[in-house]
């Protein structure tokens, strides 16, 4: 069954955009200071791999309307990666550039995600 006008999850651009992030963001907390590797680092990369994840099990769910669900679920996902990128940045644990580049990538991503989410909420 299509959903998002796809047939398979790997054909979802908003997929494909937050795939990109999850593998920037293993770059750089990779360069973190080795204590913070399995503190901050951690929440990291599991709120960042999360919003594909949601994406994905939202997309193989029997309807629209979990989809929804799980594309809502994976935005609440990404605004957490947001914060935690924020204070690793105001920590100094990611210099400015680096920051920037992450959060160029999940402003893109967010804005697949709700434009996605957009297209699939029924109208009233």
Known sequence: MKRGGVNHWKDLVVWRKSHELVLLVY?????????????????????????????????????????????????????????????SRDLKYVVEIKYNELENTCTQTSKLLNGLIKSLKPTT
Not at 56 to 77: C, P
């Open 27 to 87: 770059k750089v907390v990779g360069t973190f200071a080795k204590n913070e590797q399995y503190d901050l680092a951690d929440q990291i990369k599991r709120a960042a791999a999360s919003v594909p994840a949601n994406i994905v099990e939202g997309h193989s769910r029997n309807s629209q309307k979990d989809f929804l669900r799980f594309l809502y679920i994976a935005r609440g996902s990404l605004e957490e990666l947001r914060y935690f990128l924020l204070l």
